[in-house]
């Protein structure tokens, strides 16, 4: 009995000298451990990437002109384009109309050299939707040109307005098979409804000079209706 007595008094002087000493009891640590956090003093959670959203259209009206300055071979370039918004086709780009002749209907955008023949050319742009989806239609394009050409690189590739597409670079033509000298560079765009399929058409001897604006006018298009 004595030593119970004892050990109350010794726990019970213990404790008023933790007290003097400002030491509280510790608080609820909860199930974790951890002691809590007041919720003003948490730190925030990581912010949810923003959904993608749908490419805005130019809002330039088709047939309608003005001009832009573009770098070609480390030059600035003031450039005369010409904007085309094709509905059926569903996509909108901007061309120039002082080297190039716009030979366009329902189902598809041509885009040929003025110094070439309409009815053969060398040097053209062509778009087109096909229903396929872009990867089978890109693999189908890609086993085509390599019965045409010797060297087919096939790749993923991201343009300005349109986003992610696959993009197919032949050259080297086969005698007989291919234009001697021709090169092609194939865009597939996956779109809504299937995808859009832009061809640049040119030579050796034009690729610093054609190659290089039909590029630019590919990151100038936008697919209309996604």
Not at 23 to 36: L, M, V, Y
Not at 55 to 71: C, K, L
Not at 123 to 150: C, H, I, P, Q, S
Request: charged residues 25%.
């Amino acid at each position: 009995m004595k030593k119970t007595v004892v050990m109350i008094l010794l726990t019970a002087a213990l404790l008023l000298s933790l007290a003097g000493c400002g030491i509280a009891p510790a608080a609820d640590t909860g199930a974790a451990g951890t002691q809590s956090v007041p919720a003003e003093n948490a730190a925030p959670e990581s912010a949810q990437p923003a959904p993608a959203e749908a490419p805005e259209t130019s809002g330039r009206a088709d047939g309608e002109r003005f001009e832009e300055t573009i770098v070609l071979e480390g030059m600035e370039e003031t450039v005369a384009y010409e904007h085309v918004r094709n509905e059926t086709v569903g996509f909108e780009l901007d061309y120039e109309y002082e080297d190039l002749e716009r030979h366009g209907d329902l189902e598809s955008e041509s885009f040929v050299s003025r110094w070439d023949d309409p009815d053969d050319p060398w040097n053209y742009l062509e778009v087109r939707r096909d229903t396929g989806k872009a990867n089978l239609v890109g693999d189908a394009l890609a086993a085509t040109l390599k019965g045409m050409y010797d060297s087919v690189d096939y790749e993923e590739s991201t343009l300005e307005r349109a986003g992610d597409c696959l993009v197919i670079s032949a050259s080297g033509a086969k005698d007989g098979v291919a234009p001697a000298g021709s090169l092609q560079t194939v865009y597939v765009i996956p779109a809504a409804d299937g995808c859009l399929v832009a061809t640049a058409h040119c030579t050796y001897e034009s690729a610093e000079g054609f190659g290089a604006r039909f590029a630019y006018m590919m990151n100038t298009l936008t697919l209309i209706g996604g």
